[in-house]
């Protein structure tokens, strides 16, 4: 990287340089402006969509319009968590044995779940 270019990888807000800073500050306010900030949306997550345009507030917004719109059109936000009580992944009954047999099951090669 050349001494007059940013780097724009830095990891968090306040390791940023002053001018990164300002621009993050401005795309905040930008979003907030135009109602499309939402109240999950640190500066960490913004710094995603600047770090992905190099900086470019323009080309960021953009990018941070087009997710909205994804997130809206699957029903990102409307799903709700479902808390059910079943194992983390679908055993057959053979393979329940590993709770309490590991060594024979791990020896039968032939068995495919």
């Known amino acids: ?9 830095s990891v968090h807000p306040e390791d940023l340089m002053q001018s990164q800073q300002e621009t993050l500050h401005r795309f905040r306010v930008i979003l907030t402006e135009e109602g499309l900030i939402r109240k999950r949306d640190d500066d960490n997550y913004l710094l995603r969509f600047l770090r992905a345009r190099a900086f470019n507030i323009a080309k960021a917004k953009a990018m941070f319009e087009a997710m909205l719109e994804w997130r809206k059109d699957i029903g990102a936000d409307t799903i709700k968590e479902v808390k059910q009580s079943i194992p983390a992944f679908p055993l057959c009954e053979h393979c329940k044995i590993v709770h309490t047999d590991i060594k024979n099951v791990l020896r ?3 068995h495919i779940c």
């Not at 990287?1 to 990888?9: A, Q």
Request: aromatic share 0%; hydrophobic share 15%.
């Open 1 to 9: 990287m050349s001494s007059g270019e940013e780097d724009t990888m």
């Open 108 to 110: 039968e090669e032939s």
